[in-house]
């Protein structure tokens, strides 16, 4: 079951991480966090593809970074959604409700039905 | 500097990288600990738990990377837009000193702009045809004997140029032309002169010019007699009022009737060597013997003007021709920039021009010192503040590009009112100056010297405030000691090697002035002052024979001799200033024959027995002409022949001939006159000249000497126009001015040379008054103490005129080292002066350090003027 939830969250990384950083700006490990804390550790990001996805939104306009200071005294690289990525966020959020509607749907639908 | 400025994101990229990932495993692991896990495992777990880390960070990297290299373009882009703001924005707060940098730039590449608008017309770009690389002038030049010292062209016979253009194969195109003066009959009776020029049809497609209007010329014309014309643009113009109707009209040249066929436009023109504008076009017969022909020619792609040269040479050789023949010459073919006569000119003056710029850009250099000496603790601060030394150097670069564009457009300011002055000041010689203008070439090669000024001047500048680092300067005060004293070496650099430049050029010009005077003081040997040159163009057609031509110069003199204002008349092959010459080798008694057939010169004037007194020429020895008759075979010779053929001896009674055929006769001298510069102040003086009786001359002139105060002129005009009013109007020089004129040239490029030496002196001596004003300043302190202490004012002054007067002195004797060598280039253009001439030295140098010592005088008086109380107070 991991694997598949893995997958999964593959192409909805990019939208969990839009949606994390609208609240406030934090860290790649925050946001990491934040998911799994969200999803009460069902959802396990794969580290591996976070900071990838988070360079890549980064070269595409919608997140910033900049260095600061955590709580702990630590130099981390913070993450901040920028106006773009607000769109983008709204527009994907759109897009995946539409999606898992669908997906519902299908799951719900009885063989006998049609 | 650039490339490490690209590269300087590269290593914080990866750093970064792997910084972040650590952040993430030592939080993770934070995490692990909390839920219990010893600190080793806890980190054990955190990095699996990020899985393929490499991976991650490699790509991480990547990404950033690329994304890095986008934007650093744009930053790049960013940091030049601001660096240009904050440059502009440093200059203006600085307005004295930028108008003084900005105006020195200006006037040293003005100076190359307007000096390069005319090489680049003159010499680089003398023809406006299709290939113009190919294109050269083909004459003929004697093999040996040119003993003129001038270039001898000799025009081929059209027999010759038939011969080529049939069997030479080296030319895509060869096109003989001829210009020569047409009177013009105008319907009110009156002729003008009109500049007429003979081509063949094929000249049309040789310049690549269609007419405006009508059609050019064809074979077909040529064969139906050729009596058609084409007009210029501009004659058609001004003549005909742009008219179209004027084709299919005739007109009337030297009593010919010509139908005006056809409209060229300027395209359509001669080399500008031979003729600066022609009016009216008419077709070339080379089938008819007769004058010799100019030729311009273009090449086929590849074939070197030496080889075509030698094949015309061997066509000659193979043909019937040579075994008829006279005369010993052979092809050369020049390219049109070789053959203009001021390029030697040219050439010294853009070196002067060259040195100018040199002396403007020390004194910018020296400008930016100064203003890094003083900008050291904004620069000291930029550096704390983060701004790495790349980015500080590359502002102090931007400055000076700045301050080197606006020294470009500056330039091209100074560079056309000095070309338009230029042309305006030009000497009848040079009527091919008025050609000058600034185009595309001009703009690229004054922005390529504006760039390369500043970014040599601005290297300079941050090449020194690289040396000093923030932190020295923010301690040592406005300047560190060690640095104001390598900063004081680095000027005094730069203000010697302005002065040496500035003598050289000083050395230079007083050599061209002193050459200049003596030519002015020259004493011509006669009497220039009230003679007049009457020049009647004859027409070939109605005065074919020089028999007829002789006798009808001869009727003329007679009736201007009781023309109002005339006290005397005299008719001569060659009126002043203007050489004669026979060709062939001169014979004395007792030497000799030499072989037939030698090409060389032999300054001579065929003149009648009144021409010596006319002229003011003196009779040093024996008679004048006593045999009228035209069978005379009498001479005389000038001192200059008796010192060379017997010295010391006397020549009356004595023979010459000058040997071409072999069957020339023997003259008989009958007098020795004195030396005359009858060939215009620059010939060299007391050139052996022999004189005979004027008898079969093509082209006779007419001199005249005036009643003192009268102006005959007018009188000989209507006499003229009464004897044949065919004629075209005759041109009448009073030969006082002409002579003038024969140094025009020379001095005319004298001029030049003084206006760039003045400017680089000038440039230099703001030069020298700029480090010593910024020493007077810097030791202000020294000196308040050295006051303090019972220093005299004298001895102040002394002191600081002393080092103004060192560094000019060390400056000056490099110069004169310098010019020693730089001097050959005016080797040709000194009359009377030796390029080494002690004197022009010794004014060079004198005029250097005068100009040293008034640069001096302010920086002097302020520090005589010291308040010794507030300058030790003032650190």
Known sequence: MADSSTDFLKGTLDLMVLKTLSWAPTHGYGIARWIEQCTDDVLQVEEGSLYPALHKLEERGLIVAEWGVTEHNRRAKFYRLTTAGKKQLAASRDYWARFAGAVFKVLETAPGTR | MWRRYLHFWGPRAEADVDDELAFHIEMRARDYMARGLSAADARRAATRRLGDLDAARAECIAITARRERRMTRAQLIDAFVHDVRYAVRTLGRQKGWTVVAIATLALGIGANTAVFSVVNALVLNPLPYPNADRVAMVYLEPTEGNSTGMRVFVAPQPRVVRLWKEHARSFEALEPFRASDRAMRTSDGTSSTVRAAFVLPSFASFTGARPMMGRAFTDVDLAEGGRVALLSEPFWRSRFGADSAVIGKAITLDREMYTVIGIMPPSYRLPRLSETVSDVWLPLDVREEGLGLSVIARLRPNVTPAVAASELDSVYARSALAKDDHGDFKAKLSLPSQLVDFRDSLVMLSAAVALVLLIACGNVAHLLLARTAARQRELAVRAVLGASRTRIVRQLLTESLLLGAAGCVGGLLVGWVGLNALVALRPDSLPELAAAHIDGATLAVTAGLAALTSLAVGALGALHALRHSAHDALKAGTLGLSQSRRQRRLRSLLVVSEMAVSTVLLVGATLLVRSIAHLQSIDPGFEPRGLYAIQVALPVDSYATRAARRAFIGQLAERIRSAPGVAAVTVAAGAPPSRNWMIGALQVDGQPAPATGATAFVDYNGVDANYFRVMGIPLLEGTTLTDTSASSRQGLVNAGFVRKHWPGQPAVGRRFRVV?????????????????????????????????KSTDLFEPAVIIRAAAGADPVPGIRSLITQADPALAPPTISNVENAMQRSVAGPRFTMVLLVAFTVLALVLAAIGLYG???????????????????????????????????VLACVGAGLGLLGARWGTKVLEHMLYGVGRFDAASFAIGALVLLGAAVLACLVPMRRAVSVDPLIAIRAD
């Open chain 2, 771 to 805: 480090v010593m004003a910024f020493a007077v300043a810097q030791q202000t302190r020294e000196i308040g103490i050295r006051i303090a202490l019972g220093a005299t004012q004298t001895g102040i002054a002394r002191s600081v005129l002393l080092r103004g007067v």
């Open chain 2, 660 to 692: 071409y055929d072999g069957k020339e006769e023997w003259n008989t001298i009958v007098g020795v006159v004195g030396d005359a510069f009858t060939g215009g102040l620059t010939a060299e003086a007391g050139t052996p000249m022999v004189y005979v």
